[in-house]
């Protein structure tokens, strides 16, 4: 039997798995995780489930604090896939309530529900750009004040002596931006750290994240955001505005806000996990489409990430979104900078304009290409490599509030310290001409008319970085400067990607590559000084930048739309697509996408497009939970109460079965019906023979169990007396009665196709006579992955 081990999840608090309906582990079947085993097939003995990363003995002692009790070390195996994450029901509930309100409403009021969806997406491009706006206008004018500042004091000290001083300014500037977003994420909403990127993820996939979608987190997350941006850390901005993107979208789509108790009584019919995950795709790809100022690309994103269904409607409204979010992102932006109409900044990042007469590529340079993309997927693997063992010891060490700020803290000191030393010891001066863009050019030891290229780098924010190293002239970074600043701001990205702050790993890895692309175009240049086609090395940050980019996140269609639009210039859509291409199958040889990672390091039960390659031999009857708790179709309340209070099981779907009557054949399906039904169904005491004794009792409707989405409340919180528990409850009405089963010699890959392309929760196995023997969840499909040793099982805890 397996160890089951406390471990910090993304929400890092280990109560929140008690709030109703979201953080519950429910999985129908074996309370225990199922022990190792041989199967045969093909002639052959498969072993699944050997492996064994870090031990967990039952004797582990690990060290208590005595005022907190928490233990210093935290015990962690990736090996185990936790049951504290739910699914989502994309699947909509076809019990007789919602089929007697489909077929009441007329051909006019699906009509008027398809306009409330074009009006839901519009609202969320609208909020989501304005979002977008209020970020990049809040950090460049903290991130101004603060450069300003410090470089006032950098001259003043250049002096006169004294630059110690101005190194402990900026240290403490930073730390205090840092500490601000630091102590928000760490106390008061830790699911809002990083890009958000992987929870939205595995939100879209089907798995509902504690929290990942409350009005909190939003504010927690742009307003740290704009601290760990102001504050200097080798992050971005955009990666975050997916997350915001993806909140606005949850909090929209059902007209009203569960975290100030205030409902609107507007769009209830969405009160529902099938349109609530469709809203959510919307938000992400406007989240993206602000960001970037690329709506071809969120589309795409919110693609390849993980909807279920598709359709030419659903892309259309994803579509019209994104418009509206770069729309009014622009718009509002064109306002700030006092050119009303001037609508020439899409997104938060600009990579400006490439020309093709000026940086024109050639065939022949298409292999060039295609190598710096091996070399961004070597970076990318060797990224991640590092930021998976940096995890892993945060995980078991750092896992108090207290010690996650003083981390953001430390590195927010050292980023300062590391770059003022890398100014300070730079010689590169570059003449300070008529057409220069440095927003704030530092002289240091620099002649006069001069300036220091190395600050051109650090002394900015990483946007503006990015933009001078894809434009700058040839000439303005000597290949020291750039190999320098590749190689430190590689270690610091990494190390500050995981921190408790919000933030993105966007900019960071386009800036890298930027760095190092640039470096191979001088070297290029170099080598044939009389050839005029490596006369422009932004190509090549370009180039660079797109291959880090893809080496480190492994997104591959979605990745090269965005990158085409963010530079206004599709002539680079065939070597960023090869470049793209060629980092992620490099990269992949040696170790996965950074989101990927930390989805696998958080235990999350998330589903690939495809089932394993070499799980054709399992059957459904191997890989589903049994026994299954099942209800007579007119169960006693007490036992539905008992079942429920059962806090060893948990069990969410519950097949409903009918005994023949004046028979002795066993029991067969007749519905599903679920654990958040069942507690609305005893809140509001719909037993029989209340309704036969009080003839003018309301009949429930879909609005009681809309009203109740999405925290319905614990069992524990639903009084029903002695008396009640005798009586009846009639499920016929309530129940799924078409729910979707198998046979239980159906293979994996046809279960697993059947439950990841409908965004099942349940699926019920059944034999020839229509009886349940077992139940098929999400996490019966996602226990099962290849390995290095072939295919492996892995271990169900309660982490």
Same mark, same amino acid.
């Given at each position: 039997?397996?160890?089951?081990?406390?471990k910090?999840?993304?929400s890092s608090r280990g109560?929140?798995?008690?709030?109703?309906?979201?953080?519950?582990?429910?999985l129908n079947?074996?309370?225990?995780?199922k022990?190792?085993?041989?199967?045969?097939?093909s002639?052959?003995?498969f072993?699944?489930g050997?492996?064994?990363t870090v031990d967990?003995?039952?004797d582990i002692?690990s060290e208590e604090?005595?005022?907190?009790?928490r233990?210093?070390?935290?015990?962690?195996n990736?090996?185990?896939?936790?049951?504290?994450?739910?699914?989502?029901d994309y699947?909509?509930?076809?019990n007789?309530l919602?089929?007697?309100?489909e077929?009441?409403m007329s051909h006019?009021?699906?009509?008027?529900?398809?306009i409330?969806r074009?009006v839901?997406?519009?609202?969320?491009?609208?909020?989501?750009?304005?979002?977008?706006c209020?970020i990049?206008i809040m950090v460049?004018?903290?991130a101004?004040?603060?450069?300003?500042?410090?470089?006032?004091?950098i001259e003043?000290f250049t002096?006169v002596g004294?630059l110690?001083?101005?190194l402990?300014?900026?240290?403490?500037?930073n730390?205090?931006?840092?500490?601000?977003?630091?102590?928000?994420?760490?106390?008061?909403?830790?699911?809002?750290?990083?890009s958000?990127?992987?929870q939205i993820?595995?939100?879209?996939?089907?798995?509902k994240i504690?929290r990942?979608?409350?009005?909190?987190?939003?504010?927690v997350k742009?307003?740290?955001v704009?601290?760990?941006?102001a504050?200097g850390?080798?992050?971005g901005k955009?990666?975050?505005?997916?997350?915001?993107g993806?909140?606005?979208?949850?909090?929209v789509?059902?007209?009203r806000?569960?975290?100030l108790?205030?409902?609107?009584?507007?769009?209830?019919?969405?009160?529902?996990?099938? %349109?609530k995950?469709d809203f959510?795709s919307?938000?992400?790809a406007?989240?993206?489409?602000?960001?970037?100022g690329?709506?071809?690309?969120?589309v795409?994103?919110?693609?390849?990430?993980g909807?279920s269904?598709w359709?030419q409607?659903?892309t259309?409204?994803i579509? !019209?979104?994104?418009?509206?979010?770069?729309?009014?992102?622009n718009f509002?932006l064109s306002?700030?900078h006092g050119k009303?109409?001037d609508?020439?900044?899409?997104?938060?990042?600009?990579?400006?304009r490439f020309e093709?007469d000026?940086?024109?590529?050639y065939y022949y340079?298409?292999?060039?290409?295609?190598?710096?993309?091996?070399?961004?997927?070597l970076?990318?693997?060797?990224?991640n490599?590092?930021?998976?063992?940096?995890?892993?010891?945060?995980?078991?060490y750092?896992?108090?509030?207290?010690?996650q700020?003083m981390?953001?803290?430390?590195v927010?000191?050292?980023?300062?310290?590391?770059?003022?030393?890398m100014?300070?010891?730079s010689n590169?001066?570059q003449p300070?001409?008529? %057409?220069?863009?440095?927003e704030y050019?530092l002289?240091?030891?620099?002649a006069d008319?001069?300036?220091?290229?190395?600050?051109t780098a650090?002394?900015?924010?990483?946007?503006?970085s990015?933009?001078?190293?894809?434009h700058?002239?040839?000439?303005s970074?000597?290949?020291? &400067?750039?190999g320098?600043f590749?190689? &430190?701001?590689?270690?610091?990205?990494c190390?500050t990607?995981?921190?408790?702050?919000s933030?993105?790993?966007?900019i960071?890895?386009l800036l890298i590559g930027a760095?190092?692309?640039?470096l191979?175009?001088?070297?290029?240049?170099? !080598?044939?000084?009389t050839?005029p086609?490596w006369?422009?090395?932004?190509k090549y940050a370009?180039?660079?930048?797109?291959a880090?980019?893809g080496?480190?996140?492994?997104?591959?269609?979605?990745l090269?739309?965005i990158m085409?639009?963010a530079t206004?210039?599709?002539?680079?859509?065939?070597?960023i697509?090869?470049?793209?291409?060629?980092?992620?199958?490099?990269g992949?040889?040696f170790?996965?996408?950074?989101y990927?990672?930390h989805?696998?390091l958080?235990s999350?039960?998330?589903l690939?497009?495809?089932?394993?390659?070499?799980?054709?031999w399992l059957?459904a009857?191997?890989v589903?939970?049994s026994?299954v708790?099942?209800?007579?179709r007119?169960?006693k309340?007490?036992?539905?109460v008992?079942v429920?209070?059962?806090?060893? &099981?948990?069990?969410?779907?519950f097949?409903v079965?009918?005994?023949?009557?004046?028979?002795? %054949?066993p029991?067969?399906l007749?519905?599903?019906i679920?654990?958040s039904?069942?507690?609305?169904?005893?809140?509001?005491k719909?037993?029989? %023979?209340l309704?036969?004794?009080?003839?003018?009792?309301?009949k429930?409707?879909l609005?009681?169990?809309?009203?109740?989405?999405p925290r319905?409340?614990?069992?524990q919180?639903?009084?029903?007396?002695?008396?009640?528990?005798e009586c009846?409850?009639?499920?016929?009405?309530?129940?799924?009665a078409t729910?979707?089963?198998?046979?239980q010699?159906t293979?994996?890959?046809?279960?697993?196709?059947?439950f990841r392309a409908?965004?099942l929760r349940h699926?019920?196995?059944v034999?020839?006579?229509?009886r349940v023997?077992?139940?098929?969840?999400r996490?019966?499909l996602a226990?099962?992955?290849?390995?290095k040793h072939g295919?492996e099982?892995l271990?169900?805890a309660?982490?």
């Amino acid at each position: 039997m397996a160890n089951i081990t406390k471990k910090v999840s993304w929400s890092s608090r280990g109560d929140d798995s008690g709030l109703a309906g979201e953080g519950t582990p429910l999985l129908n079947g074996t309370e225990i995780p199922k022990p190792f085993r041989q199967l045969s097939g093909s002639g052959s003995v498969f072993r699944i489930g050997r492996f064994s990363t870090v031990d967990l003995e039952d004797d582990i002692t690990s060290e208590e604090d005595p005022i907190r009790g928490r233990p210093k070390e935290i015990p962690h195996n990736e090996k185990l896939l936790s049951l504290k994450y739910e699914s989502l029901d994309y699947d909509n509930i076809e019990n007789q309530l919602f089929l007697e309100e489909e077929r009441r409403m007329s051909h006019m009021g699906f009509r008027c529900l398809e306009i409330s969806r074009w009006v839901i997406c519009g609202l969320i491009g609208i909020l989501t750009g304005l979002i977008a706006c209020f970020i990049d206008i809040m950090v460049e004018k903290l991130a101004g004040c603060k450069y300003q500042v410090i470089k006032e004091n950098i001259e003043k000290f250049t002096e006169v002596g004294g630059l110690s001083i101005s190194l402990i300014l900026w240290a403490v500037l930073n730390c205090a931006f840092v500490l601000v977003g630091g102590i928000m994420v760490a106390y008061f909403e830790p699911i809002a750290a990083g890009s958000g990127i992987p929870q939205i993820k595995c939100y879209l996939n089907g798995v509902k994240i504690p929290r990942v979608v409350r009005l909190k987190t939003l504010l927690v997350k742009v307003l740290g955001v704009i601290c760990s941006v102001a504050g200097g850390l080798a992050v971005g901005k955009e990666g975050p505005m997916i997350h915001s993107g993806a909140v606005v979208a949850a909090g929209v789509s059902q007209g009203r806000s569960t975290s100030l108790k205030r409902d609107f009584k507007m769009f209830e019919y969405f009160r529902r996990d099938t %349109e609530k995950r469709d809203f959510v795709s919307a938000g992400a790809a406007a989240g993206v489409s602000a960001a970037f100022g690329a709506p071809v690309g969120g589309v795409l994103f919110s693609l390849e990430e993980g909807a279920s269904f598709w359709n030419q409607m659903l892309t259309w409204r994803i579509f !019209f979104a994104s418009m509206i979010s770069t729309f009014t992102l622009n718009f509002f932006l064109s306002i700030y900078h006092g050119k009303p109409g001037d609508l020439s900044n899409p997104g938060l990042i600009n990579f400006g304009r490439f020309e093709s007469d000026s940086v024109a590529y050639y065939y022949y340079e298409l292999p060039l290409f295609m190598g710096m993309g091996a070399i961004g997927g070597l970076l990318g693997a060797l990224f991640n490599s590092i930021n998976y063992w940096l995890t892993i010891f945060r995980i078991r060490y750092v896992h108090r509030p207290c010690l996650q700020v003083m981390e953001a803290l430390l590195v927010a000191a050292v980023t300062a310290t590391v770059s003022f030393t890398m100014i300070y010891f730079s010689n590169d001066c570059q003449p300070l001409g008529p %057409e220069h863009n440095e927003e704030y050019p530092l002289q240091l030891f620099c002649a006069d008319g001069e300036y220091n290229s190395m600050a051109t780098a650090f002394f900015n924010t990483p946007e503006r970085s990015v933009r001078s190293l894809f434009h700058n002239q040839p000439g303005s970074y000597n290949p020291l &400067t750039l190999g320098l600043f590749t190689l &430190t701001y590689f270690f610091l990205a990494c190390w500050t990607y995981g921190l408790a702050v919000s933030a993105g790993v966007f900019i960071p890895s386009l800036l890298i590559g930027a760095a190092w692309g640039r470096l191979c175009g001088i070297l290029l240049a170099s !080598f044939t000084p009389t050839s005029p086609i490596w006369a422009d090395p932004g190509k090549y940050a370009l180039i660079g930048a797109a291959a880090q980019l893809g080496g480190i996140v492994r997104m591959t269609l979605s990745l090269t739309v965005i990158m085409v639009e963010a530079t206004g210039n599709v002539t680079y859509g065939l070597p960023i697509m090869l470049v793209l291409m060629t980092a992620k199958i490099v990269g992949d040889y040696f170790q996965e996408g950074l989101y990927d990672i930390h989805i696998k390091l958080q235990s999350v039960p998330f589903l690939h497009w495809e089932a394993p390659a070499t799980s054709h031999w399992l059957t459904a009857r191997e890989v589903m939970s049994s026994p299954v708790t099942c209800f007579n179709r007119i169960e006693k309340v007490g036992t539905i109460v008992d079942v429920l209070s059962n806090t060893s &099981t948990n069990h969410n779907g519950f097949p409903v079965v009918v005994q023949v009557l004046d028979s002795d %054949e066993p029991a067969k399906l007749c519905g599903l019906i679920l654990r958040s039904q069942l507690i609305v169904l005893l809140k509001h005491k719909v037993f029989v %023979e209340l309704a036969r004794s009080r003839l003018s009792q309301r009949k429930l409707q879909l609005k009681d169990f809309r009203d109740a989405y999405p925290r319905f409340p614990p069992i524990q919180s639903i009084h029903v007396s002695q008396d009640e528990r005798e009586c009846m409850m009639d499920l016929t009405e309530f129940m799924n009665a078409t729910p979707y089963t198998v046979p239980q010699d159906t293979s994996l890959p046809r279960v697993f196709k059947l439950f990841r392309a409908l965004g099942l929760r349940h699926l019920v196995v059944v034999d020839d006579e229509n009886r349940v023997i077992g139940l098929v969840t999400r996490k019966d499909l996602a226990r099962y992955h290849l390995g290095k040793h072939g295919l492996e099982e892995l271990q169900l805890a309660q982490t």
